[in-house]
């Protein structure tokens, strides 16, 4: 009789990054969840192939310098490894560098495929909240920007249908930029898009300092992915 081999477990882990941390790339981070998943003793299943790799996975990378409380990863555990996804939880966040807080690990449900949006908060300390109602009229209409193709070419695209919504506010420093951006796919929006399109049309000086949160990810009715 052929014995059934253990199912592998697809889980996915939500977590915060944010303090000096925010200044590591992507590919130094994905390491040190590669660390973490080892010095916790958790085995990570690895792909088929030439180039066997971790089955680990990010939903959206954050820019160097973004913070987030919303971040996403799926991975998948060894085939046969059991641990409560608490304990694992736990057992992953005493091996997480300062910065990284493991909010949840739960079973994977909806792909990441399906965030359509994104919210941010951008502190703008140099702006003085007078500048506001120009901001906004900047951000009105048309917003072409120059970028490269996938040939190295630079082309016009005009990235106002990726900002879902936005607004400014004063504060007690400066002025707050909340903003509901595209997430899905090709038509990803970065807020320092935004911020540059700010900048060319309002002059560098209001937005040379700022500080990037991600608040949120959302399906594209607008309820929350996570």
């Known amino acids: 009789?052929?014995?059934?081999?253990p199912a592998a477990r697809a889980l996915r882990c939500r977590f915060e990054k944010c303090g000096p941390i925010r200044y590591i790339s992507h590919l130094d981070l994905t390491r040190a969840f590669h660390r973490a998943f080892a010095r916790a003793g958790i085995p990570?299943?690895?792909s088929?192939?030439?180039s066997p790799h971790p089955k680990f996975a990010f939903a959206l990378p954050l820019s160097v310098g973004t913070e987030s409380v919303v971040e996403l990863a799926d991975f998948t555990l060894k085939p046969g490894f059991e641990m409560d996804t608490e304990a694992l939880r736990e057992a992953l966040q005493a091996q997480m560098p300062a910065g990284?807080?493991?909010?949840?690990?739960?079973e994977q449900e909806e792909k990441f495929s399906r965030i359509a949006f994104a919210t941010y908060r951008v502190r703008l300390p140099k702006m003085?909240?007078?500048?506001?109602?120009?901001?906004?009229?900047?951000?009105?209409?048309?917003?072409?920007i120059q970028k490269k193709n996938k040939?190295?070419?630079?082309?016009?695209?005009?990235?106002?249908?990726?900002?879902?919504?936005?607004?400014?506010?004063?504060?007690?420093?400066?002025?707050v930029l909340n903003a509901c951006l595209s997430a899905a796919g090709e038509s990803y929006l970065k807020p320092e898009t935004v911020l540059e399109v700010l900048s060319n049309r309002l002059g560098?000086?209001?937005?040379?300092?700022r500080g990037i949160l991600r608040t949120g990810v959302f399906f594209e009715d607008m309820t929350p992915f996570c």
């Open 44 to 46: 990570l299943k690895f």
């Open 128 to 144: 003085d909240p007078s500048g506001i109602p120009a901001a906004r009229e900047a951000l009105k209409g048309s917003l072409v």
């Open 204 to 209: 560098e000086a209001p937005f040379a300092e």
């Open 100 to 106: 990284i807080r493991l909010r949840s690990v739960t």
């Open 151 to 175: 040939k190295g070419k630079l082309v016009e695209k005009d990235i106002s249908a990726g900002i879902r919504s936005f607004d400014f506010e004063p504060c007690e420093e400066g002025v």
């Open 1 to 5: 009789m052929n014995q059934e081999l």
């Open 48 to 50: 088929e192939g030439f």
